[in-house]
């Protein structure tokens, strides 16, 4: 596993001039960055602050949650915890010094209040770093978002045994939240989507009281999170279906279209692939089949990366919009789809580890 420290050395030496330390804040809700840097799984840290130094890491901790700041960091040798007794406390290690930010946790109002608080000579945003840095997974978290897909996947495998003509979109998300939990998950890596019918044409739709019937699409976006790392996988099933009807003949036919389009774009990902050419091969397999029946009906990115957030890293992501090596040991979702307004969509989501001759989905 790759140290905390090493991490450290990496955000303050890399790009980012003569930073003296980085200051991570949370608010009301823990930061990625947070999380990555201390590796805790426990624990609120509200208004924490944690130092990133070159030589390690002090959390000033309060009162409430010093004990817990102190048997989580058992597993972080690169950490000190101070109980601190007076924000003043912070000043010595940052008045009249450059301190590193992340603007993408902390809102305008929380910044004004930090340097008021710390009195640094300069702050710079080093959230972009945060981003660079995070797109490469080192063993462990490699293992953590193996795990957590092995939940979601289980998850999968059992709740078609669930679905029940008259259910509710609803309904099915509640139960496999439920069978996630059962199986491992800490908490779900994002708000389960589950469509019905011809709401799965809607890529982002969240279950409704929509009733569920007969020779219709179930589409399945869920993700489990296990560990602070999380999976994000799709899956599209027909239900009920009516083999003799045309309506499941065109179902059908989407689903092998875009289950092909996936395995093509796993088939172009590795080590030293562009990022935008990845999309362009599943995209132009989907525009061009049936002499373009399906033309323009996939209507977003082919994937995103995925890592501690479910969406880990802005800097890269396999889109058209986007012109990058992908490198070893990076993990993008590979959900190709295709959309029908007023009848339905189908979407294939797996997580795929990039290596040096290939990827493999986890």
């Given amino acids: ?67 817990t700041a102190i048997e989580q960091s058992r597993g972080n040798p690169d950490i000190e915890v101070k109980n601190m007794k007076s924000k003043e406390e912070i000043l010595r290690y940052t008045k009249g010094k450059v301190i590193g930010f992340d603007g993408d946790s902390i809102s305008i109002n929380t910044f004004k209040r930090l340097r008021k608080l710390i009195k640094p000579k300069e702050m710079r945003d080093v959230s972009e770093s945060f981003g660079e840095l995070r797109l490469v997974k080192d063993e462990n ?19 078609e045994k669930y679905f029940v003509v008259g259910m509710t979109e609803k309904d099915l998300a509640a139960k496999f939240n439920n069978l996630m939990m059962r199986y491992g998950a800490d908490e779900t890596s994002f ?106 009906k996939f209507i977003h990115s082919l994937g995103h990366s995925i890592g501690i957030d479910v969406h880990d890293s802005s800097a890269m992501g396999l889109s058209n919009r986007i012109h990058k090596k992908i490198g070893e040991n990076m993990v993008f979702s590979d959900e190709p789809g295709i959309y029908i307004n007023g009848f339905g969509g189908v979407r294939i989501e797996d997580d795929m580890l990039i290596t040096k001759n290939g990827a493999v989905f986890l």
Avoid: W
């Avoid at 590796?39 to 208004?47: P, R």
């Fill in 191 to 296: 708000e389960t989507i589950v469509c019905f019918g011809k709401n799965s044409a809607l890529p982002h739709h969240f279950p409704d009281n929509t009733r569920l019937r007969k020779n219709e699409f179930i589409l399945i976006d869920a993700g489990a999170k296990y560990k602070n790392y999380c999976s994000d996988v799709t899956r599209t099933f027909i239900f009920k279906p009516d083999i003799e009807s045309a309506r499941y003949k065109r179902m059908s036919e989407m689903l092998e279209v875009v289950k092909e389009a996936q395995k093509i774009a796993l088939s172009k990902a590795r080590d030293g692939a562009f990022s935008d050419s990845i999309h362009k091969a599943a995209e132009d397999y989907i525009n061009s089949y049936g002499n373009g029946r399906y033309n323009g």
């Fill in 141 to 159: 978290e490699i293992s953590l978002i193996k795990k957590a897909n092995s939940i979601v996947k289980r998850t999968f495998s059992e709740v």
């Fill in 1 to 67: 596993m790759e140290t905390y420290k090493k991490r450290m050395g990496r955000l303050l030496y890399a790009g980012n001039g003569n930073i003296d330390s980085i200051l991570l804040f949370n608010e009301k809700n823990k930061s990625s960055n947070f999380l990555y840097m201390t590796g805790f799984t426990s624990g609120l840290f509200e208004d924490t602050p944690l130092l990133l130094q070159k030589k390690g890491m002090i959390l000033f901790s309060n009162s409430l949650e010093y004990e």
